[in-house]
């Protein structure tokens, strides 16, 4: 069954310094995968995807993300951290079946210091 | 170009209740999704509406049902509520086709006493 695993559950990061939130995902074929994020009592804002191609792709608010087939990973990165980033966040694969149902990970919760 | 709104923004029900929640999709998709978000927990797909009919259902029971009408809107409902129920319902809408991008609303939040 597919699948989407986020390791950390928290991270904390000091504002100004880099970050990476893991995630990795079980799927077959070439996976459509998307990063969001929640803040508080919010719905969920997308930061940017991979369908194919480049496997380095760009998001809004400085994110990007790069794929790794053979890893099974699609790591989200940002090279300095400000504190209105403080958010939860989702790695999400679209289901096989012809439909678009996302499968989400259980979310990073990141907290920042000033 | 006006994004998904879902109403209300926050319901209380007690047990054994129905309740029904609406979403509004973004102009010119006509595809929506309903997820559930528990407390701590990512969203979990319950079902997904395409031109007006169910294309797709996650796990969840029968007493989970919904509608999509003619411009695209669409309804949730719930009947005989349980104490797990208790979630955030996120509507996210799309343009037809697996892999398009899903666009969120801000969510029902629902509580069962």
């Known amino acids: 069954a597919q699948s989407v695993t986020q390791p950390d559950i928290h991270i904390t990061v000091s504002e100004g310094a880099s970050l990476e939130l893991r995630c990795n995902y079980s799927?077959?074929?070439?996976?459509?995968l998307f990063w969001y994020v929640q803040s508080p009592g919010q719905g969920l804002q997308l930061l940017l995807k991979y369908f194919s191609g480049d496997t380095l792709v760009q998001g809004i608010k400085g994110f990007e993300a790069e794929f790794k087939r053979s890893q099974s990973s699609f790591n989200l990165r940002k090279p300095s951290v400000h504190w209105s980033d403080a958010a939860e966040y989702f790695c999400?694969?679209?289901?096989?079946?012809?439909?678009?149902?996302?499968?989400f990970g259980a979310g990073t919760r990141l907290a920042v210091h000033p | 170009e006006t994004g998904v709104t879902q109403s209300p923004t926050h319901l209380i029900k007690t047990r054994g209740q129905q309740v029904t929640l609406r979403c509004s999709s973004q102009?010119?998709?006509?595809?929506v999704s309903w997820y559930q978000q528990a407390l701590g927990q990512g969203p979990q797909f319950i079902f997904q509406?395409?031109?007006?009919?169910?294309?797709g259902r996650g796990n969840f029971p029968p007493r989970f049902s919904g509608l999509q009408f003619p411009n695209y809107s669409s309804e949730l409902n719930v009947n005989a509520l349980e104490l797990d129920d208790s979630a955030l319902y996120l509507c996210?809408?799309?343009?037809?086709?697996?892999?398009?991008?899903?666009?969120f609303g801000p969510g029902t939040r629902l509580l069962v006493l």
């Open positions: 102009s010119g998709h006509n595809t």
């Open positions: 509406y395409y031109r007006e009919e169910e294309n």
């Open positions: 999400a694969v679209v289901a096989s079946g012809g439909y678009n149902k996302l499968i």
């Open positions: 996210a809408s799309s343009l037809g086709g697996s892999g398009e991008t899903q666009y």
């Open positions: 799927y077959g074929a070439t996976p459509y």
